[in-house]
């Protein structure tokens, strides 16, 4: 039950604001956690199955399939989601904002003085 909160969370707290801004940088990125948030619904609804608010009329084979199948979801959309998280929205054309170049050398007076 606790994958309710995480996609309540996700969705408030990523999807939302993410969309309202326009900031998803390519697909990739809509991909990668809109399956994360839909591989948490089969999970949810085992524990609704379990909690006995669902499925109710079914034999305990059934229900053993259903669970079966729910665990393949929450397994397939994972991966889906695991695996495009990695990719770089790049590979889609993606060029992130360029920042003012930065001075990365330390000023003379320091330089060579490490502790």
Not at 20 to 44: F, M, N
């Amino acid at each position: 039950l606790y994958f309710i909160g995480i996609i309540y969370y996700i969705m408030t707290n990523a999807v939302i604001p993410i969309t309202k801004a326009g900031e998803w940088r390519t697909v990739i990125d809509v991909i990668a956690v809109s399956t994360y948030v839909i591989a948490g619904l089969p999970l949810v609804w085992i524990a609704l199955q379990e909690l006995g608010l669902v499925n109710k009329g079914l034999d305990q084979m059934a229900k053993l399939k259903i669970h079966a199948i729910c665990v393949a979801l929450f397994l397939v959309f994972g991966h889906v989601a695991m695996i495009s998280g990695m990719l770089d929205p790049a590979i889609l054309g993606y060029q992130a904002p360029r920042s003012m170049e930065m001075n990365h050398e330390a000023p003379a007076e320091h330089a060579g003085h490490m502790k």
